[in-house]
């Protein structure tokens, strides 16, 4: 019988027993990164695992030092490369709480909109990701990775056309944003956001319906909200955990004061919880985007002058916190300033960091090819743990 102890001394553990040490990654597909998991497996079961980080590792909070404020947006866009708008606007808002400016309201509402069009994007390549690791359970994997990536497809096509970029947008800077809303752009969120709306049921029927889906995530790597408040866990992994914490309400910025919104909460904890979490996102972020997009107010984008030069931005000496909910949960940004144009010290809170954190606790007592669901149901994005 496997022991369920995430801090137990193998030494310790059947000292006549053969266990098997096995190392999940750092290559292999279903770490979603260059993760390393190390695994003590008796038999099948997982008696202990132990998380290695730092095989993706760039530096990326030295490289904001040695850059200007307006040389780092794009250095930032690589971090969490599943959700590059909420790393730009993470960032840009520390700054711009340091420089002591507000971006106009033509700009919240436009970071919104993007946000929440993201957001979808994420959970889309979540979901069929999951679908991936779940394998046979959903057509050989292949099945819901590709109806879920030709609605993620739609919404790379409005950034695109919003930004000239597919993938890294490079679209917000201090003070506000650099593209502002081309003719017929809102015309084509709506269609894009209808159709995907539509089809969310479409993914539906595919997972309720599968008894193997449900088999293997209900009941499942169940997380106890004690422990992911412990461990700093946030965004849709602790909401389904019965934690009902969403900055977008609980602590609004761009133009989410304007909006309600509804924060989908389970407690039941377990991946399935994580699943419906998501998919209950999706619906609500299209919903916010549509209804910020019927109001974006008219008026400049930026609270700057025009940059012309790489040290155009200077702030005076200061420490500056500024946080955003992620697809992912919160990301954090904490700046000290010396009057320069470049940040003296810049340190990134992730939120996939800590969910990491929660796999010691995770593994043990699963099979292994439960820790593979699990691990997907965490949606962990390993640029953002590497940073």
């Given amino acids: 019988m496997a022991v369920i102890d995430p801090h137990i001394n193998i030494d310790d553990y059947e000292p006549e027993g053969d266990l098997v040490v096995l190392n999940l990654g750092p290559q292999h597909p279903s770490t979603h990164g260059v993760l390393r998991v190390k695994l003590w497996l008796d038999g099948e079961v997982c008696i202990k695992a132990v998380p290695y980080?730092?095989?993706l590792h760039r530096g990326v909070e030295k490289l904001c030092e040695k850059l200007t404020y307006v040389m780092v947006t794009p250095i930032i866009d690589k971090n969490?490369?599943?959700a590059p708008i909420t790393n730009e606007w993470a960032i840009n808002n520390s700054f711009e709480q340091l420089l002591g400016v507000t971006p106009p309201p033509r700009s919240q509402y436009l970071r919104t909109i993007c946000a929440e069009i993201q957001r979808v994007a994420s959970h889309l390549l979540w979901l069929g990701t999951f679908g991936l690791d779940m394998g046979g359970a959903l057509g050989g994997g292949a099945t819901l990775f590709m109806h879920t990536f030709r609605e993620r497809e739609t919404v790379l096509d409005l950034f695109e056309a919003l930004t000239g970029a597919r993938f890294?947008?490079?679209t917000l800077c201090?003070?506000?944003?650099?593209?502002?809303?081309p003719a017929g752009w809102d015309v084509l969120v709506r269609q894009?956001?209808?159709v995907i709306a539509s089809r969310i049921d479409e993914y539906e029927s595919m997972v309720h319906e599968n008894a193997i889906f449900l088999a293997r995530t209900v009941g499942v790597g169940v997380v106890d909200p004690v422990l992911a408040r412990a461990l700093g866990v946030s965004g849709p992994n602790l909401r389904a955990s019965g934690v009902d914490w969403d900055l977008r309400r609980d602590a609004p910025y761009g133009a989410y004061g304007d909006v309600q919104i509804k924060v989908p909460v389970r407690t039941e904890g377990d991946c399935f919880a994580r699943y419906l979490v998501r998919v209950e996102e999706m619906r609500e972020s299209i919903r916010i985007a549509l209804q910020l997009l019927d109001g974006v107010p008219e008026g400049p984008i930026c609270a700057l002058k025009p940059v012309k030069l790489p040290g155009a931005v200077k702030i005076k000496p200061g420490i500056g916190y500024a946080s955003i909910e992620t697809p992912r949960g919160e990301l954090g940004s904490w700046v000290i300033a010396d009057g320069t144009e470049r940040p003296y010290r810049c340190k990134i809170r992730p939120p996939s960091l800590h969910t990491v954190a929660l796999l010691p606790y995770l593994a043990p007592g699963n099979n292994l090819s439960?820790?593979?669901v699990v691990l997907g149901s965490l949606d962990p994005v390993l640029g953002e743990v590497d940073r």
């Fill in 174 to 181: 201090v003070g506000g944003n650099r593209h502002d809303i």
């Fill in 168 to 170: 890294h947008y490079n």
């Fill in 80 to 82: 969490d490369y599943l």
């Fill in 192 to 194: 894009t956001l209808g």
């Fill in 370 to 372: 439960d820790i593979v």
């Fill in 53 to 55: 980080l730092g095989y």
